[in-house]
């Protein structure tokens, strides 16, 4: 039996410990993924270990000739195709479709609601429609195309099976599921978390039918967000791309939604944003519903726009010779594949006023002259190993761990 608390949970009723969502997914979450490198090699062994528990198959080859794998869960008539890692460095959706693939897959907690969902949809996913591009953790291809740029002219063969399980699954939804940098926060001066788009089917950026369909989902699953990450979550902008995928599938009548999964705090392995990306598709698929006399359209456009005004580390009142205003440092990470490890590189990005910029680290220095790397003179672009006083060399302001 099932008994719905309150909005933001369910909770399972047995003769054990009442189980919520919330719980479930911090017990039971797949664990066997981590990180933010995420190949196949990383993903193959969780598909074997799943048997006959969803049909898996190949959808098609990679440029290198790396299968791309597909399963199908559910039997219902409303048919959904997801892709994930169509840019192969953006794995956190990867991670949460795993969770959700484990969730759908057992029967111990909320099986009605599971059970449901099968009978109810057909979902069709792509966990990684991009394997070369996983391996070498770059957004591109190996011909260095980018796949979202490809939906007109079909010029990789990554590009071509999306195509194809596209037209022979006719699907009523599709979920284009990516990572967004840490640069995205909202005008709630928070980060943004996750963000959301109804990809526009026309230039005129026109409210269709199937555009409004993918709204109203999106308006679903930011009410269930706010419950997780209130004024944390984004609308990403919508300026028509006949190359892009998802312009090019709403453009077709079908109702398509851009999943991003951005950053939260310091959590840059994406483990925490993973975990609201599940919720979100556990609200999309009606295994949690909010109100959904709450749900109209219109409320797409209340939320806040994605504004580039954020940084990784933030320094404050920093005195530099030659200028009367004390200034602002603003450092980067570039994310860099090393032994099979995503390492986090801080780099100077700009040195300013920067007084729309937010750091999710701030530091402030308080009027000091900085030593970067033990040097008085520093540029852009450079390595950031420590930051120190100048007068006082003992009082480090950062180091590089």
């Known amino acids: ?17 009442p189980m919520n969502i919330e719980d479930w997914y911090s017990q039971y979450f797949e664990s066997r993924l981590n990180g933010r490198y995420v190949t196949l090699k990383h993903i193959d062994p969780i598909l074997k270990s799943m048997g006959d528990s969803f049909g898996i198959s190949v959808a098609g080859t990679s440029e290198k000739d790396k299968n791309i794998p597909m399963l199908k869960i559910g039997t219902g008539e409303k048919v959904v195709l997801g892709w994930s890692q169509m840019h192969g460095n953006e794995s956190t959706t990867t991670k949460a479709v795993f969770d959700f693939l484990k969730f759908i897959g057992q029967t111990a907690f909320f099986s009605e609601e599971i059970a449901q969902f099968k009978k109810t949809y057909t979902f069709y996913l792509l966990p990684i429609l991009n394997p070369d591009g996983a391996a070498l953790y770059t957004r591109e291809n190996a011909n260095k195309v980018d796949l979202n740029r490809d939906a007109k002219q079909l010029t990789q063969k990554e590009s071509r099976v999306l195509r ?10 599709c979920l284009n599921l990516h990572d967004q940098r840490s640069i995205f926060g909202l005008e709630t001066q928070k980060p943004a978390t996750v963000s959301f788009l109804a990809p526009a089917a026309n230039k005129a950026r026109s409210i269709t039918d199937s555009r409004k369909f993918a709204m109203q989902h999106i308006v ?6 706010q419950l997780y990450i209130p004024d944390q979550v984004g609308r990403y902008d919508d300026t028509y791309n006949e190359d892009c995928v998802g312009d090019t599938f709403q453009k077709a009548k079908v109702p398509t939604i851009l999943f991003e999964a951005g950053h939260y705090e310091l959590d840059y392995t994406r ?16 295994i949690t519903t909010v109100n959904l006399e709450n749900t109209d359209h219109s409320k797409y456009f209340k939320i806040p726009e994605n504004e580039k005004n954020y940084t990784d580390i933030l320094i404050h ?22 032994n099979n490890q995503i390492e986090f590189i801080p780099k100077i990005d700009s040195i300013g006023q920067l007084s729309k910029v937010h750091g999710h680290r701030e530091i402030d220095v308080k009027g000091a002259e900085i ?3 033990s040097q008085n003179n520093y540029h852009i672009g450079q390595k950031v190993l420590q930051i120190c006083n100048k007068n006082d060399i003992f009082t480090e302001y950062f180091t590089l761990v």
């Open 317 to 338: 009142n920093v005195t530099i010779e030659g200028y009367k205003k004390k200034q602002k440092i603003s450092i980067k990470y570039q994310e860099t594949l090393v």
């Open 164 to 173: 194809t399980i596209f037209d022979s699954v006719s699907p009523q939804i």
């Open 271 to 286: 483990e925490k944003t993973r975990e609201f990306i599940f919720y979100a598709l556990m609200e999309l698929f009606g």
């Open 1 to 17: 039996m099932f008994t719905k608390v309150n909005n933001s949970m369910f909770t399972f009723v047995s003769d054990c410990n």
């Open 371 to 373: 030593l970067i790397n």
């Open 220 to 225: 679903r699953m930011n009410q269930r967000l």
